[in-house]
């Protein structure tokens, strides 16, 4: 199995080093600017280039690792003819591959990436989804070698899924950071919340999350929540997410009790 | 250093156990029902009370963990007198024992607590305030030998402290729920989102969280955006939610990159 991987961010490193490890032959490594090119095939032990008509043409997979925007454009621009392609996008329709190639697929894996910090890729459920049988199988060896969650999701899943981990990974960050900056408000240690974000994960991990809420929204505690409010009077974008988050909670909750 | 238990629910009985565990002598749990006092009684290995008669008046310590409308109520109730006596709430502050106590205090264990799930109390955080040094350092005493993590906090930073434990506890739960319910709305499991929501913890321990921010929002990327906003055109709370929450991201940025 010889494989072309076209980008040079986040996941593209993290998948190269996660297949390289697992073994794979990658052949070549595609990029838009040299210097991230050859960097991440310096750690890959392979070629790479940054010009269409040097791509290997007869490699048996071609990963597109690169931004939703770039994909169609990628696709069309290298020479891919029937050889297997997929993209590794969310939220992109796999359809969107069918112009410029007659195999093709997604592989998709769930996860937020960070171009420095490892990660354990064989936890990582690894999404995929192709134009026939055959393909899947091929991607489904690919996907085997690195994780030990493979799953079969179709287009309309995955979006359902990418608009997930928006709510459990992006925002639950920005509600970290949040957290940090109230506590830099009164020269706190944000180091304090660690403790806590670790066992709010944790508990989801057995636990439904609905099974398991706490705080004041779900307790009806209006003193403490008038409190909260008053308290981000100076940040009114705060105060309103503040308002909007504890009466779903609420709502939710009595959704619950009448269902 | 004998010890009154005041409470019976998720954090009484967590923290009971904890001081059990840390050999400390809890010589009665008072609470509101017979019922529960009696079994927390029994784990804990020692006597209970529901009648504030029956108290027992000459213990150095007690800890009323019970909800935050309760305590003016409890305190006044009991026969503390000139007895060391704290609340465990994060939002109440210390001074409301001031009025039916002469030595008084703040015990407050930063972490969410279910009756059922067993959390390790060396690494939780506790904020302890006193009335005077030397109750402070009874109190620094005795949240040591449960805790690594003893911090003098005082009842203002206290508060800010519960408001940012709303915001990556509460209302992270709550984003959980909204990703575990749109993952059910298109038969997928929610097991699928816990590297993710493992990763995104695990991540701050060592980020900060403004410097990890990840998704379309901080990239700007309006075409999913809007597909995202589309996508939850059924339900109008959650839209809300995601464009809010998505403009601070943004003007979150715009700030740094500002600033």
Not at 64 to 80: G, R, Y
Not at 220 to 236: C, F, I, K, T, Y
Request: with cysteine.
């Amino acid at each position: 199995m010889r494989i072309v991987l076209c980008g040079t961010g986040n996941l593209a490193t993290r998948l190269g080093i996660a297949l390289f490890a697992a073994d794979a032959e990658i052949v070549q490594i595609f990029g838009r600017t040299e210097k991230n090119a050859a960097e991440l095939a310096h750690i890959l032990h392979c070629a790479f280039t940054i010009s269409p008509e040097e791509l290997v043409t007869d490699a048996d997979l071609y990963i597109l690792a690169v931004s939703d925007d770039s994909i169609e454009k990628t696709v069309a621009n290298l020479a891919i003819r029937d050889r297997l392609v997929v993209h590794t996008a969310g939220s992109v329709p796999m359809e969107i591959l069918a112009v410029s190639a007659k195999n093709f697929g997604v592989f998709y894996p769930l996860q937020t990436f960070s171009k420095n910090k490892e990660v354990d890729f064989r936890n990582i459920p690894i999404c995929i989804e192709a134009n026939n049988a055959s393909n899947l199988e091929i991607l489904n060896g690919v996907a085997s070698t690195i994780s030990e969650q493979v799953v079969r999701v179709d287009s309309n899943q995955r979006k359902q899924l990418h608009l997930a981990a928006v709510f459990v990974c992006n925002f639950v960050n920005h509600f970290y950071s949040i957290g940090e900056q109230l506590l830099n408000e009164q020269q706190l240690n944000f180091d304090l919340l660690k403790p806590l974000i670790r066992e709010t994960a944790d508990k989801v991990m057995n636990y439904s999350p609905a099974s398991v809420q706490t705080g004041p929204a779900i307790r009806g505690d209006n003193a403490v929540m008038q409190m909260h409010r008053n308290m981000l009077e100076g940040n009114p974008a705060w105060q309103e997410i503040y308002s909007l988050i504890s009466k779903e909670i609420r709502v939710g909750t009595h959704r619950d009790a009448v269902g």
